[in-house]
């Protein structure tokens, strides 16, 4: 069986020793001091080993039923479901004015990775309901927060964002589902909605729908998109609920994974529903949900690819399997440990390298969202902007690829289901694909991101890269990691260059190379991040840690990733430089 | 619904305008022209189509059932295999003399690689009866090859190989399955084996075991491994069935794919066994069976991503979403198909420049083969044996990487089992791991073949694309496919170079690049897969062929894989330079 150790001594070493949360401005920060942040990881580690892990695999072999309308979920969730809200966690970083804890988003990023890590079919339902949150605190009227928040910050309702239908997913100005205006200042909405993950179940008393719809006479494609909450059950004046709304869950999705979470059909059929935010302003504030959603993807990435490295390290020790080359390890047993072959080293490796910088990374773009949010800071709210579509795709497709290395290990133990390598395969699969595909991450990064606010964020972030080559590399013992991460970083900038240069003349040129810059970012983003946690783990070792291993298992972790992962950006840039010519040759009829 | 067509213009194009096969002088391949291969490949890609791609959803969703130690395969599969026992089709390529049509083994990779695609699951069960069959012409006596082979020939009566036990898969010297001498000749085989695909089942009247197992008192470890005939029904003397024996389907396995075909946990209970070849050499025995079973998985990684690629191309061509950026496509429309934007084409080109040098490779290996085997040619012989686990190696990750790009079209579309797309992926993700992971593969290659026969195989490579380079090369046109195939191939010189330097000195410097290495060595032979496409499309164009766009599509196609995937060459050389270092710094307990 499958087992989960929340990682909470990396994640202490890049609050405290990398990122020194406790030390930054940002308001809310300076209670974050070590002993705090243990407290939390441990519970919320706890929790996530004990309660959610073992529901995992029920989860993937049950799924969920619809029977009448009505959905149920895996044997088990809706205990650990109100286990988790008598705990509170699901409001961890939500304002105390709607009943949350008011930390600081880092924080929940940090025990997001443990819930998604030990369950993501069954976090999602209070992931979505998080981000529905969010965008009603940003956009929702007075009275809107006050009949919603307290109920969702405490998922006594859950909520859904509604995006998708039959015939459009990505290209939402094609959407059909329409909103017309009633005389009390509602509308009535109608129309097919489809992939609403959590749409339907058995774990809250209301379900809170975001709904994108079109009100009739507006403008037409994108332009005339409005968002609309939908409450399964209307709310009445004194915060009871009142009768059913006129929407429901027509059918659940067979899915490759995420059995746990009911993907549903969602059927509106004149159900009431409420402005969210301003008319014809719907993708505005449903892109707070989303941009936050796409920072909880990509964290579901690293989540999929530790909870695998886990369990394929595990195995690797356990697992008998031929000697050594070099001379048996394991010599009074019959054969030595997967662990010695250097194959599965380098397997493993790769893993251990992706996962602990994945973290590193999505920690510090966390702490831009906090600057961003708690202290109105514009450049760290342009730099997350940017750094947002590296963070979902790279690290949802990275992510992916080391669930798919980490059943390997497992040879055809790891292909059968009984010992839980495929389900975290299977479910890691979807994060490629929700919440934008990675190839519209891709898109947004190049044909957006680049060149939001004339280019200054990019700019920003070289700055940053050079800044810190610049600081850390005055130490000789930091050359061997800021060489690597200079090469790479100018790789990235070259392949910026080209596009400026080369999409103005033909866009195509830039989009053809926009994946391959995508992933080129990411690998320069985590050479960063190995260079920051060398130099963090070097100063330990020079204060005289008492954890020297620690630290030596970082520098050497640092040392495989600049040495074996970090090469590929030129590959990506060789890439990029054929331009468009490769890619855009065929008509489509010769394909 | 997914569909499938077998690619049979793209096939003879190989076999004959590649290929040239008919002009070989290989014995039966003069029979080789284009009207009989067009005839086959027709009747074969019909029936792929027609029969065994409608039944492969079947598979997926029924799987198999045990019932009272009895296997059910799912709804058709019956019908389905009766009738490709009366087309013939198991014994394509066995010989006349047992019942088979005798044609040449590159034939039935062509026709193989249409049904694995149609119908992965479903054609294990001919594919392993082939493999059993081939071992026992190889290493049977008279006697055997009379009782077992014009049944197994006509599939009959299926085969199986039996190797892994629950303690030991890639280290076979651990095996504690025994077989007791007894006074008639025979052996009692007694012992539990594991993932035995197509171990049990309905389609048959008999199931022929070949199971490898030890003699007591034999050599320890691998030296005293025999191989064994192990028939489910023992067979009279005039070749009717007689009574069951002791061999009895004890599991079926829940597994990520293939739910079509039954993985069994098989158990031996004092069966009757007859040994097949000689006393302890039962590993050099399966080895025919298991060099012919790489190559066949290496074919399932291409069939795959072909008809994941045909299914993901149909829905670019028909999803409308979005525009092209250069200006609308499909102005009348919603929308423009998903085949406009530049990133969905950097897929649908990846998949398709990997396809069809892939379906190259594994021919040109089948003609290979077919001289080593048919004409007795040693230095053949040796190159294939070189290949094989590049062949399954490469071409089966390669393969799972282009179902999960193929699905990655579909948005979530390809993530719901509805479309087919999920199927794909899941079935593909097996090819990785059996008949030697893909890091034994890698270990093969590098600790193995690298130094067969002194070098001699891998100096022969060399000479090849170096001879071809030089010719080819002669021609302006050719210069821009010859010269990225030579930058590549001096990538794997350079890396060879490096092992055997390096190697000397620490093995594990050679093996902690093995993996990289076989990737390397890969993408050299599709590269000059493209370069022989080209060439002989560019003669084809000069020679007024009447299908000038088929050429010119493949000129364009071989130009995006030697932009856009050769240049991965640097980078697996730049990882193998890396040496073992970074891979083996850390202790097993520090990961």
């Given at each position: 069986?499958?087992?989960?150790?929340?990682?909470?001594?990396?994640?202490?070493?890049?609050?405290?020793?990398?990122?020194?949360?406790?030390?930054?401005?940002?308001?809310?920060?300076?209670?974050?001091?070590?002993?705090?942040?243990?407290?939390?990881?441990?519970?919320?580690?706890?929790?996530?080993?004990?309660?959610?892990?073992?529901?995992?695999?029920?989860?993937?072999?049950?799924?969920?039923?619809?029977?009448?309308?009505?959905?149920?979920?895996?044997t088990?969730?809706?205990?650990?479901?109100?286990?988790?809200?008598?705990?509170?966690?699901?409001?961890?970083?939500?304002?105390?004015?709607?009943?949350?804890?008011?930390?600081?988003?880092?924080?929940?990023?940090?025990?997001?990775?443990?819930?998604?890590?030990?369950?993501?079919?069954?976090?999602?339902?209070?992931?979505?309901?998080?981000?529905?949150?969010?965008?009603?605190?940003?956009?929702?009227?007075?009275?809107?927060?006050?009949?919603?928040?307290?109920?969702?910050?405490?998922?006594d309702?859950?909520?859904?964002?509604?995006?998708?239908?039959?015939?459009?997913?990505?290209?939402?100005?094609?959407?059909?589902?329409?909103?017309?205006?009633?005389a009390?200042?509602?509308?009535?909405?109608?129309g097919?909605?489809?992939?609403?993950?959590?749409?339907?179940?058995?774990?809250?008393e209301?379900?809170?729908h975001?709904?994108?719809?079109?009100?009739?006479?507006?403008?037409?494609?994108i332009?005339?998109?409005?968002?609309?909450?939908?409450?399964?059950?209307?709310?009445?004046?004194?915060?009871s609920?009142?009768?059913?709304?006129?929407?429901?869950?027509?059918?659940?999705?067979?899915?490759?994974?995420?059995?746990?979470?009911?993907?549903?059909?969602m059927?509106?059929?004149?159900?009431?529903?409420?402005?969210?935010?301003?008319?014809?302003?719907?993708?505005?504030?449903?892109?707070?949900?989303?941009?936050?959603?796409?920072?909880?993807?990509?964290?579901?990435?690293?989540?999929?690819?530790?909870?695998?490295?886990?369990?394929?390290?595990a195995?690797?020790?356990?697992?008998?399997?031929?000697?050594?080359?070099?001379?048996?390890?394991?010599?009074?047993?019959?054969?030595?440990?997967?662990?010695?072959?250097?194959?599965?080293?380098?397997?493993?490796?790769?893993?251990?390298?992706?996962?602990?910088?994945?973290?590193?990374?999505?920690?510090?773009?966390?702490?831009?969202?906090?600057?961003?949010?708690?202290?109105?800071?514009?450049?760290?709210?342009?730099?997350?902007?940017?750094?947002?579509?590296?963070?979902?795709?790279?690290?949802?497709?990275?992510?992916?690829?080391?669930?798919?290395?980490?059943?390997?290990?497992?040879?055809?133990?790891g292909?059968?289901e009984?010992?839980?390598?495929s389900?975290?395969?299977?479910?890691?699969?979807?994060?490629?694909?929700?919440?934008?595909?990675?190839?519209?991450?891709?898109?947004?990064?190049?044909?957006?991101?680049?060149?939001?606010?004339?280019?200054?964020?990019?700019?920003a972030?070289?700055?940053?890269?050079?800044?810190?080559?610049?600081?850390?590399?005055?130490t000789?013992?930091?050359?061997?990691?800021?060489?690597?991460?200079?090469?790479?970083?100018?790789?990235l900038?070259?392949?910026?260059?080209?596009?400026?240069?080369?999409?103005?003349?033909?866009?195509?040129?830039?989009?053809?190379?926009?994946?391959?810059?995508?992933?080129?970012?990411?690998?320069?983003?985590?050479?960063?991040?190995?260079?920051?946690?060398?130099?963090?783990?070097?100063a330990?070792?020079?204060?005289?840690?008492?954890?020297?291993?620690?630290?030596?298992?970082?520098?050497?972790?640092?040392?495989?990733?600049?040495?074996?992962?970090?090469?590929?950006?030129?590959?990506?840039?060789?890439?990029?430089?054929?331009?468009?010519?490769?890619?855009?040759?065929?008509?489509?009829?010769?394909?």
């Amino acid at each position: 069986m499958p087992s989960y150790t929340a990682p909470t001594k990396d994640m202490q070493f890049i609050l405290h020793d990398v990122l020194k949360v406790s030390d930054a401005p940002t308001p809310g920060y300076a209670d974050l001091d070590r002993d705090f942040t243990a407290a939390i990881l441990e519970e919320a580690g706890k929790i996530a080993s004990e309660v959610l892990a073992p529901l995992n695999p029920v989860g993937d072999t049950e799924g969920c039923r619809l029977e009448n309308g009505v959905v149920y979920t895996p044997t088990g969730f809706k205990a650990a479901f109100a286990q988790m809200q008598a705990g509170g966690w699901p409001g961890i970083d939500m304002p105390e004015d709607f009943g949350g804890q008011g930390m600081p988003y880092v924080l929940g990023t940090a025990v997001g990775e443990f819930f998604s890590a030990a369950n993501q079919a069954f976090t999602m339902y209070q992931g979505l309901t998080h981000g529905a949150a969010s965008t009603i605190l940003a956009h929702g009227t007075e009275e809107q927060k006050a009949t919603y928040l307290h109920k969702m910050v405490a998922c006594d309702w859950t909520g859904t964002m509604n995006l998708t239908e039959p015939h459009c997913g990505t290209d939402l100005g094609l959407m059909r589902t329409k909103a017309e205006p009633q005389a009390d200042g509602s509308y009535k909405v109608t129309g097919q909605k489809i992939f609403i993950s959590a749409g339907e179940h058995d774990l809250a008393e209301n379900i809170i729908h975001l709904v994108l719809a079109k009100i009739p006479g507006g403008p037409e494609g994108i332009k005339g998109v409005s968002l609309f909450i939908v409450p399964k059950f209307l709310v009445n004046e004194d915060g009871s609920l009142g009768p059913r709304n006129g929407v429901s869950c027509g059918k659940i999705e067979e899915k490759m994974g995420i059995h746990g979470n009911a993907t549903c059909v969602m059927n509106y059929d004149g159900a009431t529903g409420y402005l969210l935010g301003e008319e014809h302003k719907g993708m505005r504030a449903m892109f707070t949900m989303m941009n936050e959603a796409r920072i909880g993807v990509g964290m579901q990435g690293v989540a999929q690819a530790e909870i695998a490295f886990q369990n394929a390290l595990a195995y690797s020790r356990d697992r008998l399997q031929g000697r050594d080359i070099t001379g048996p390890k394991n010599p009074d047993g019959p054969a030595d440990p997967l662990i010695v072959h250097p194959d599965i080293r380098r397997n493993l490796m790769e893993q251990k390298s992706f996962v602990e910088a994945a973290r590193a990374f999505l920690l510090w773009g966390s702490t831009l969202i906090d600057a961003a949010h708690r202290d109105g800071d514009r450049d760290a709210d342009g730099l997350i902007s940017l750094m947002t579509p590296v963070i979902k795709g790279f690290l949802t497709d990275k992510g992916f690829d080391m669930t798919v290395q980490a059943q390997q290990v497992y040879g055809g133990h790891g292909y059968i289901e009984e010992w839980g390598m495929s389900q975290y395969t299977r479910d890691a699969r979807i994060a490629m694909i929700y919440e934008g595909a990675n190839g519209v991450q891709a898109l947004d990064l190049v044909g957006r991101k680049l060149a939001l606010d004339g280019g200054k964020h990019v700019l920003a972030f070289f700055d940053m890269v050079k800044g810190f080559c610049k600081t850390a590399g005055e130490t000789e013992e930091m050359g061997e990691f800021v060489e690597p991460l200079k090469r790479a970083s100018k790789d990235l900038q070259t392949a910026g260059m080209y596009f400026m240069q080369e999409g103005m003349k033909d866009p195509n040129a830039a989009l053809s190379g926009s994946y391959d810059f995508m992933h080129l970012f990411g690998h320069v983003c985590l050479g960063l991040m190995w260079a920051r946690m060398a130099e963090a783990s070097l100063a330990a070792l020079a204060a005289g840690t008492k954890d020297p291993e620690f630290h030596q298992t970082k520098l050497a972790t640092a040392r495989f990733y600049m040495a074996r992962q970090l090469p590929m950006t030129a590959t990506h840039l060789a890439r990029i430089q054929s331009g468009a010519e490769p890619v855009m040759a065929l008509d489509a009829a010769n394909f």
